[in-house]
């Protein structure tokens, strides 16, 4: 047989949710089969879920995924399918894909390549299995094959490659074209980041030209463990051409896409390859998908915030309904107030976006917390977005409570505080004695504090620890301060939200000093576009200063001792502050870089702080 219909299904899963996990394996399984696939391929490690971290060394957790095969194997009748899960072999752990037909076991492909930079560390929990060699494994009195194994199904040889092990040179897929393997099927875990669609896209294309053969890549979908989001991508090329996708960073907790493929022929009508450019749109799927995943996995009753009507505050407030919009919109509403455990009495005659408007009311609770160096502009933004947009909006001062702490310290020191002599101190108390109470206000609602950190923030400390970096869940903390600002023009322009139009009218500022001052965040620091590029120079491309300022120099038209004084500022800032970035709360990956020292970039708390490396940037000629 040459022609057969082939399958693959994004789900989303959760570590140590094994009846969720069965429940979307069985359903995609089900789901298959009615429509008459005949092999089907679900993604890397699905079993258990690939976020499981330090989980995959506890062996009673390999255990349970070996057993939950007992309960898979019986729904595969008349059908192949692929499904991932941790394997035990030999004392050690290695990464798998179980093929299962007809209930049968048929053997173990085990990953050889094993991911190991980013934001990925799969060398503290697997080994990578050696090319080229298979063995056999004893399960429930039964032996299989396991290791570099390609299987036969349907009349077609088909062969694997487990996400990371495409993204080399060295590859399996070389071994599978010495074999002619057919059918290269890549159950995946491959987490999203802007633009990372296209250079995937790029290589299922190329891979299945390069290797003669049909190439169908499966992904995870959604935020799996609270930090990396998965677009739940599925491609399928063939000889060069791409021949089918499906849409990305779906609601639904699993997708399906299947297509009848004839090995004996490599010519197929062709689809033009998915529009990339735009990342503010993915932004807002993914963050937003990323939200209701956090939300609804951890049981909270909604979500909290100190909404200063400013620009990081309000994104996060426009994600929130986003993700009440895009979920009811794929769900539907009754889904959707089940799928986050809330029940809420709407009238059946609302329009969609008023019924949007009151979930959002019941699900967001924001607070604006004035000072006299606070401004009516910025009072009137928050308001104004979040009457917009359906939140519950709160409004107090916070004057008494900042005066009564300058008392007991100017008691303390035995004199007064001045902005001369007390500046950060002063600016600081503002940001802390907001923290208890809107902590207050989401431990009696049941809610996520949502913490506004951008990652140019926290680049250079920009933030007053146990302030405005309290929370919970910190979704924008990966994102550049730049981009925000370009987003939300683009949130009010082209998604509709109109009650941006005051945030994106003023300039961003702290609003902690006193208002004679004109304080702007960009004054306090340097213009963000040039931070930005100091960070992609000297923390992404690992660039010295010397090498940044080298570069920059070239492509900017700014007076020299300005340019090494933003880089100097920069570094010092970034190497005094990195206790800051170690307690910021948990945030979304969602560039292809971050400064989390839980995922992408570790830097010690204490260094030199490049003061060797700056004294000969600084000898440098003007």
Not at 7 to 20: F, R
Not at 356 to 374: P, R, V
Not at 449 to 454: A, E, Q, R, V, W
Request: negative net charge; aromatic residues 8%; hydrophobic residues 40%.
């Amino acid at each position: 047989m040459s022609q057969v219909r082939i399958g693959g299904a994004c789900l989303n899963q959760t570590p140590l949710d094994w009846e969720n996990n069965l429940t979307n394996i069985a359903a995609a399984i089900r789901e298959a089969k009615a429509h008459q696939v005949k092999i089907l391929c679900l993604p890397e490690l699905c079993i258990t879920a690939y976020g499981c971290q330090d989980l995959f060394l506890h062996d009673w957790v390999v255990d349970e995924a070996m057993a939950q095969l007992d309960q898979i194997a019986p729904l595969c009748s008349d059908i192949a399918v692929a499904v991932g899960l941790p394997v035990r072999y030999n004392r050690k752990t290695y990464n798998t894909t179980c093929l299962i037909q007809n209930g049968e076991i048929l053997g173990f492909y085990a990953k050889q390549i094993l991911a190991n930079d980013g934001i990925h560390y799969e060398h503290r929990w697997f080994a990578p299995w050696q090319g080229g060699v298979t063995a056999t494994l004893e399960y429930n009195g039964r032996t299989y094959e396991i290791g570099d194994v390609t299987f036969h199904i349907e009349g077609i040889h088909i062969g694997f490659e487990i996400c990371e092990d495409a993204w080399n040179q060295e590859r399996p897929a070389c071994r599978l074209l010495e074999k002619n393997v057919e059918l290269i099927l890549n159950p995946s875990a491959s987490h999203f980041a802007f633009g990372k669609h296209k250079i995937r896209e790029n290589l299922i294309v190329s891979s299945s030209k390069i290797f003669k053969c049909h190439y169908l890549y499966v992904n995870q979908l959604g935020n799996e463990s609270g930090r990396v989001i998965y677009d739940g991508d599925i491609i399928l090329a063939s000889h060069g051409q791409l021949l089918a996708t499906i849409e990305r960073l779906s609601f639904l907790p699993i997708q399906l896409l299947h297509y009848d493929i004839d090995t004996k022929s490599s010519s197929y009508p062709s689809i033009t390859a998915t529009d990339h450019s735009d990342n503010n749109h993915d932004f807002a799927k993914a963050a937003s998908l990323a939200l209701f995943d956090y939300l609804r996995k951890s049981g909270a009753k909604g979500y909290a915030l100190s909404l200063s009507g400013g620009a990081d505050s309000s994104t996060l407030a426009v994600l929130v309904a986003e993700m009440v919009r895009n979920g009811t919109q794929t769900l539907g509403v009754e889904r959707f107030l089940s799928s986050i455990q809330k029940s809420i009495k709407l009238d059946t005659q609302l329009q969609d976006s008023e019924a949007i408007k009151k979930i959002t009311h019941e699900i967001l609770i924001t607070a604006y917390q004035g000072t006299k160096n606070s401004s009516e502009d910025t009072l009137n933004s928050a308001r104004l977005l979040a009457e917009s947009i359906g939140a519950s909006f709160k409004q107090w001062e916070i004057d008494a409570v900042v005066e009564s702490n300058h008392e007991i310290i100017e008691t303390a020191l035995g004199r007064r505080l001045s902005w001369t002599q007390d500046d950060i101190a002063m600016q600081n108390i503002q940001a802390r004695v907001r923290s208890p109470l809107i902590w207050m206000i989401a431990n009696i609602t049941g809610s996520i504090l949502l913490t506004t950190s951008n990652r140019s923030e926290g680049d250079v400390g920009y933030t007053t620890m146990d302030g405005d970096t309290s929370g919970s869940l910190a979704p924008i903390a990966g994102v550049d301060k730049p981009f925000l600002l370009q987003w939300l023009q683009y949130a009010e322009k082209e998604l509709g939200y109109t009650g941006l139009s005051a945030v994106n009218s003023l300039t961003p500022t702290a609003e902690l000093r006193p208002k004679s001052q004109t304080q702007t965040d960009e004054d306090d620091l340097m213009p963000y576009p040039i931070l930005l590029q100091i960070e992609r120079l000297g923390i992404y491309q690992r660039k010295s200063p010397i090498e940044v300022y080298e570069t920059l120099v070239k492509v900017l038209s700014i007076d020299r001792k300005v340019l090494k004084g933003y880089i100097r500022k920069f570094y010092r800032l970034w190497s005094i502050n990195q206790w800051k970035r170690e307690r910021l709360a948990p945030s979304f990956h969602l560039d292809d870089f971050n400064v989390d020292p839980k995922t992408w970039c570790r830097f010690p708390i204490l260094s030199g702080g490049f003061t060797e490396e700056l004294k000969r940037m600084d000898e440098i000629p003007d």
